[in-house]
């Protein structure tokens, strides 16, 4: 491949249409244009910065499991909930709800706000009962009412503070708030340019003695992330 030359800093449009150049010199490619939509993501792509959203999958999700109609709720869990195996609960199709929650876990890409909530439903898979389908068309019924949102990602300018340029991170953890097993959960958000970047709310595998034990290993796993 032919190698690249140096461009001016900060010429960006032109060293693109160098790389693309050199590329369709090689390979047979044809040039679309900025991205709009990849893998179920839509992309608009602004002069003040680049939104991502799942507004289409959203629809088809909600289509798919008929909750196109469903009222909306203003939060995907309420808060507080803790949920259990539910032993001699009334049990529903496993295979349904694996779905439900599969659907959800791909749209948590540009969602943290239903990462807890999902997180949390996933743990029940295996033999899931009434109570976490209804908590899992909770998350649907939210998802109705916020079916418009996602990031946005404001071009930087020379005062980063002000677009959000710097890197800022935020851990928490609750204690022992599995009710089967007793093991807390991690959980992490960093933010740069405006928006969310990475985020993460994770059962810990270990049973901590202590509240300060959990916000320890949150903590850790947040480094490492950040690192």
């Not at 349904?96 to 791909?106: E, R």
């Amino acid at each position: 491949m032919e190698r690249l030359t140096s461009t001016r800093p900060g010429n960006n449009e032109d060293m693109f249409k160098e790389f693309k150049k050199s590329m369709m010199e090689e390979f047979e490619m044809t040039d679309l244009g900025k991205m709009h939509y990849f893998l179920g993501i839509e992309v608009k792509q602004t002069s003040n910065g680049v939104f991502i959203r799942q507004k289409k999958y959203a629809e088809e999700i909600l289509k798919r499991f008929h909750m196109e109609d469903g009222n909306y709720v203003q939060n995907p869990i309420v808060p507080g909930t803790k949920l259990n195996k539910d032993v001699g609960g009334e049990g529903v199709n496993s295979t349904h709800f694996k779905q439900i929650v599969g659907s959800l876990m791909y749209l948590t890409t540009t969602r943290p706000d239903l990462m807890f909530a999902v997180s949390l439903i996933s743990r029940y898979m295996e033999s899931p009962t009434e109570l976490h389908y209804q908590t899992a068309k909770r998350v649907l019924r939210y998802l109705k009412g916020t079916i418009d949102l996602g990031l946005f990602y404001k071009k930087e300018t020379r005062n980063k503070k002000e677009a959000g340029g710097e890197l800022m991170g935020f851990s928490n953890s609750d204690y022992a708030g599995d009710l089967d097993d007793r093991k807390s959960t991690s959980g992490y958000a960093f933010m740069l340019s405006s928006a969310a970047v990475s985020w993460s709310s994770k059962r810990q595998p270990v049973v901590t003695l202590s509240t300060t034990e959990a916000e320890f290993i949150a903590a850790t796993s947040s480094a490492c992330q950040a690192v």
